[in-house]
């Protein structure tokens, strides 16, 4: 399907585990990010990248992984989840002068 | 870095006027940008400023004022569905283009 998706949509995960959260977008945009929502605190950038191999830290970077050797895939890694990582993401793109991000559906982690 | 600042919540009725702003604090950005998100939904964008200025689309108006550092969305003819959380956003003119966004403003719309 043309766009960009996020998977799991659902994830409960125990405290100490390692956990991948998957990006995938089919328009070749260049940019890509990933963002936490939390209750009074919006959208918080964790990393973003301009292109295959090109990634930085946002506002939120610690206990956060990123890669991105394809261009259409955008994994975020929580090396050991947390429980103050139990929090909504959202990986979102845009191409190379686009004004507009497209978003995908958002995963709804719960570290436990 | 950025810091963009909006009040938490508006409430107004249907068919009425409303303005959400957004102050920021920020070296330096290409345009502010709004987007609208529902409960349980993803954030979709709505409208983009780059200039000083009103952008009109339909219902909804976006004005910037880069001297004040301060911007506002202007939604008029309320409808329950615009019932929502609306978010302003800047791009960093870095080459990463880092797009960072306000704490957002939650719109509730009542009969």
């Known amino acids: 399907d043309a766009g960009i998706t996020q998977s799991p949509r659902y994830k409960i995960t125990e405290t100490g585990r390692q956990v991948t959260l998957m990006c995938h977008q089919t328009?070749?945009?260049?940019?890509m990010f990933w963002y936490r929502q939390d209750l009074g605190h919006g959208l918080r950038l964790i990393y973003y990248?301009?292109?295959?191999?090109?990634?930085d830290k946002g506002e939120v970077p610690d206990g956060y992984v990123v890669s991105r050797s394809k261009t259409e895939n955008f994994p975020l890694t929580l090396e050991s989840a947390t429980r103050s990582q139990t929090s909504v993401y959202f990986c979102?793109?845009?191409?190379?002068?686009?004004?507009?991000?497209?978003f995908g559906q958002g995963t709804r982690l719960t570290v436990v | 870095g950025q810091s963009l600042e909006q009040p938490s919540e508006v409430t107004a009725v249907e068919g009425a006027i409303v303005q959400m702003n957004c102050t920021y604090q920020?070296?330096?950005?290409?345009?502010l940008s709004w987007y609208q998100q529902h409960d349980g939904g993803a954030p979709t964008f709505l409208s983009y400023?780059?200039?000083?200025g009103l952008e009109e689309t339909g219902r909804f108006s976006s004005f910037l004022s880069r001297s004040d550092s301060y911007g506002y969305l202007l939604l008029q003819e309320l409808q329950m569905k615009d019932s929502a959380s609306y978010f302003c956003?800047?791009?960093?003119?870095?080459?990463?283009?880092?797009?960072?966004f306000g704490t957002g403003t939650r719109l509730l719309v009542s009969p």
């Open positions: 956003a800047v791009r960093d003119q870095t080459g990463f283009q880092k797009l960072v």
């Open positions: 920020t070296s330096g950005f290409y345009g």
């Open positions: 400023n780059a200039l000083d």
């Open positions: 979102a793109s845009n191409g190379r002068g686009q004004t507009e991000a497209f």
């Open positions: 328009w070749s945009h260049s940019y």
């Open positions: 990248s301009a292109a295959a191999d090109i990634t």
